[in-house]
């Protein structure tokens, strides 16, 4: 058995096109939605998601701005231009760029965005709302992966979902989903000491731990799903995940690939966010 290959760039575009037409419809009713993204400093990865983002918005029509200031930038400036953005009845996006520089206080900035404009879903009000299974934004990789899942009608309710990684962007938050989803949820991490006989248990396996190819086809059980989230660049500058991809393609039921798989999703969900952020306003 080879697995089938989930490729998030195709969904990504199936995707964008129908938000194309929602944002001609959102216009004709005087609905215009607008993204800011902050980009602090200029580390490469970062410029280029920063730059996917602007695309990706141009491309669906939507208004979008990227306010780039220096990696000297500080606190209280960042904290103020937040405020600015709060206050700006046009934005109904703020997407603030992570990592930030060592001496900016990620988190502070993160509740700094009004709950409302938080089109990354990382706001503790926000992350609250989406433990207790109510609407609101869901950070933007996970809610990626959900889609991904539903779009292949892949089975989650009763099944064992294991996540390895638990990041607040990516592992914490993809596990409370497949919760809501009605997964059995195992959480691994550095920690975790039995790591390869829980993952062997799984139905469903999120990969998000940052070490290329960690995961090869001994860890899987024969008709899994994997979703590989890892973006790791190689010394010869090729990308590759988390995943052994050839090795686990022979042993999975269903395989994201890296590149082409979760991260154009991640960039689609931001839209989508975005797009229920000026919807929501609009009713206010
Ligand atoms: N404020 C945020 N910061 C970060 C987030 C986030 O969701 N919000 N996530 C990541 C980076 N990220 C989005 O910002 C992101 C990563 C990767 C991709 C993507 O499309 N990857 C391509 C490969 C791109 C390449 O060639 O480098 C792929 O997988 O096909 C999009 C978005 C950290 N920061």
Do not use: W
């Not at 902050?38 to 490469?44: E, F, S, Y």
């Not at 206050?87 to 703020?94: C, E, K, L, M, S």
């Not at 779009?151 to 993809?174: C, E, F, M, Q, T």
């Amino acid at each position: 058995m080879t697995a089938t290959i989930i490729y998030g760039n195709q969904l990504a575009e199936t995707l964008r096109v129908k938000m194309k037409e929602e944002i001609v419809n959102l216009k004709r009713k005087g609905i215009d939605p607008k993204l800011t993204v902050v980009l602090i400093g200029d580390h490469p990865a970062s410029k280029s998601y920063v730059s996917g983002k602007q695309k990706a918005a141009d491309y669906i029509g939507m208004d979008s701005e990227l306010i780039q200031l220096p990696a000297e930038t500080t606190e209280a400036e960042l904290l103020s231009l937040i405020d600015q953005l709060n206050q700006d009845t046009v934005v109904d996006g703020i997407l603030v760029q992570l990592p930030l520089p060592a001496h900016i206080d990620e988190q502070l900035v993160i509740e700094a965005i009004r709950p409302s404009k938080d089109v990354d879903g990382f706001h503790p009000i926000n992350i609250g709302k989406m433990m207790t299974n109510q609407d609101t934004f869901l950070p933007c990789t996970p809610y990626g992966i959900l889609t991904m899942l539903k779009l292949y009608d892949i089975d989650i309710a009763g099944k064992h979902a294991v996540v390895i990684g638990r990041s607040n962007i990516v592992g914490k938050p993809i596990g409370q989903l497949l919760l809501n989803e009605n997964a059995t949820v195992t959480y691994c991490h550095s920690k975790t000491a039995n790591m390869k006989e829980l993952v062997q248990l799984a139905d469903i396996v999120i990969v998000a731990v940052g070490r290329a190819r960690m995961i090869d086809r001994s860890y899987i059980k024969k008709g899994a799903t994997v979703i590989d989230v890892g973006i790791n660049r190689l010394d010869d500058g090729t990308l590759t995940g988390d995943v052994d991809f050839d090795s686990v393609k022979e042993q999975a039921s269903y395989l994201t690939p890296v590149p082409k798989g979760v991260g154009p999703m991640t960039i689609t969900m931001l839209l989508k966010n975005t797009i229920k952020a000026a919807i929501n306003h609009a009713q206010k």
